[in-house]
């Protein structure tokens, strides 16, 4: 079965770290350029981050610039999401997609080719 899950949401102190994981099955992230897309409560989702295909480019919205990182470990065909000095900001539902066609900075799901389980991400004192 082809599928993305997305795990390692959680709840922490502003100024807190989690680190979310993607892992792929059925699929090779190899293949597929990694995003990560988040979407608040009463809010539009937000293009957060993206690892290329070849890991050797990483892209970043401005908001997050400087406080996450990316990276991912192809023996376990997972893609990892550092998350550093958390806000209460950053506080939503994280889903991880694969896109074929590049870092292309979507939003919706639908212009995705795969599309992760969601994990929640609580900042709040």
């Known amino acids: 079965q082809l599928q993305l899950v997305g795990s390692g949401g959680g709840s922490v102190l502003p100024g807190g770290s989690l680190r979310l994981s993607c892992v792929a099955s059925g699929i090779s992230l190899e293949r597929y350029d990694i995003s990560w897309i988040r979407q608040a409560p009463g809010e539009e989702r937000e293009w957060v981050s993206c690892?290329?295909?070849?890991?050797?480019?990483?892209f970043f919205a401005d908001a997050v610039k400087g406080r996450f990182a990316i990276s991912r470990d192809v023996a376990k065909n997972t893609v990892y999401h550092q998350m550093d000095s958390l806000e209460p900001e950053d506080a939503a539902i994280c889903c991880c997609?694969?896109?074929?066609?590049?870092?292309?900075?979507?939003?919706?799901?639908?212009?995705?080719?795969?599309w992760g389980r969601g994990t929640q991400v609580t900042v709040s004192s």
């Open positions: 690892l290329s295909s070849s890991g050797g480019s990483r």
């Open positions: 997609a694969a896109d074929f066609y590049g870092c292309r900075r979507k939003r919706h799901q639908f212009e995705y080719e795969y």
